[in-house]
């Protein structure tokens, strides 16, 4: 299987999307890995080695990640394939059963732009302070791709959020795909753990069928009331789509202790806890490559599927 992987993205560099990726490209060692162009510049490179070397060190996941990624490429004289706006990532033939075209929509030029300027920002200078890593907001060099089969058409929003700038964002991704005429899709990744800041209306209407079958991955760190997706955006997307999953629940995270006396001590004393371990779900879907087949989809909890309406 592993000989069979032909391409690794790093959509971005948040640690919820990077978080054991450089272990994924060493066991894919056939697979090219992607990311955009501004992740292999100069000042990213500096900015890596920066916070992960010294006593010091604060480079948390999506700094450590990487940083082995490059030494991975490095020892192994692997190349990399950088994405960006409208740009033909790949074209996979295999023949007589099909070929695959892959696209990059983003990120814009303006974005690359900004999340440069983001890390000379957070780079520290001699004798400061280290410190971690913040993650810009909204998400900076998200990759959205879109693989082109013959009879079919699938979409991967990463964490790509609207922005009010028609250069950045949505609005860009949804340009550059209307630029190289691409098939509507009908799978659709959500972006963004599906909450409305990553909602865009022409995404449904212009780079997705009608009512495609939608994944979504929740994002549970956020306190109680504030995970993503919400109720709200669930009703949207059950609203949107034919078939919709959750990768894994939205509340999956146990509680604390059961012990009666070390509940009550813990209160007593003004202490919360939650565990950080989380069962990992997986939603596989498969479709045969012909001009009238229909996916199939195999759940495996704590992922599930939710009702359309």
């Known amino acids: 299987m592993r000989t069979s992987v032909s ?14 990726l450089s272990r994924l490209v060493e066991e894919c060692a056939n697979a090219q890995f992607c990311c955009a162009d501004v992740l292999t510049n100069p000042d990213f490179a500096k900015f890596v080695a920066c916070l992960g070397t010294g006593s010091v060190a604060t480079e948390g996941a999506k700094i450590s990640e990487f940083r082995n990624i490059f030494r991975i490429l490095s020892v192994g004289g ?14 996979i033939q295999v023949p007589p059963v099909f070929g695959c075209s892959i696209y990059s929509l983003s990120p814009s030029d303006v974005e690359k732009t900004r999340f440069l300027e983001n890390l000379v920002a957070q780079t520290p ?42 250069r950045r964002g949505w609005t860009a991704a949804i340009a550059e ?17 599906g909450s409305a800041t990553g909602h865009h209306p022409q995404i449904w209407t212009d780079l997705l069928k009608d009512r495609p079958a939608s994944v979504v991955t929740p994002f549970n760190k956020l306190r109680e009331g504030s995970k993503l997706p919400t109720a709200a955006d669930l009703e949207r997307l059950a609203s949107l789509s034919g078939r919709l999953y959750l990768s894994a629940s939205r ?9 009666a006396v070390v509940k009550r001590a813990l209160a007593e ?14 939603v596989r879907l498969r479709r045969r490559h012909g001009p009238s087949e229909l996916w199939s ?13």
């Open 7 to 20: 391409h690794v993205f790093a959509t971005h560099w948040h640690d919820d999307h990077v978080r054991g």
């Open 78 to 91: 692997r190349s990399l394939k950088w994405t960006g706006p409208g740009r033909r990532i790949a074209n």
């Open 125 to 166: 200078q001699p004798f400061e302070a280290k410190r971690a890593a913040a993650s810009p907001d909204p998400n900076l060099a998200a990759t959205v791709i879109a693989m082109d089969f013959e009879h079919f058409s699938l979409l991967l929003g990463a964490d790509m959020e609207i922005h009010h700038d028609t």
């Open 177 to 193: 795909a209307a630029t190289l005429a691409l098939p509507k899709a009908e799978l659709f990744k959500v972006p963004h753990h």
């Open 251 to 259: 509340h999956n995270l146990r509680g604390p202790p059961k012990d």
């Open 269 to 282: 004393s003004g202490v919360q806890l939650r565990s950080l371990e989380v069962p990992v779900g997986a």
């Open 297 to 309: 989809a195999e759940v495996f909890e704590p992922a599930q599927e939710l009702a359309c309406s």
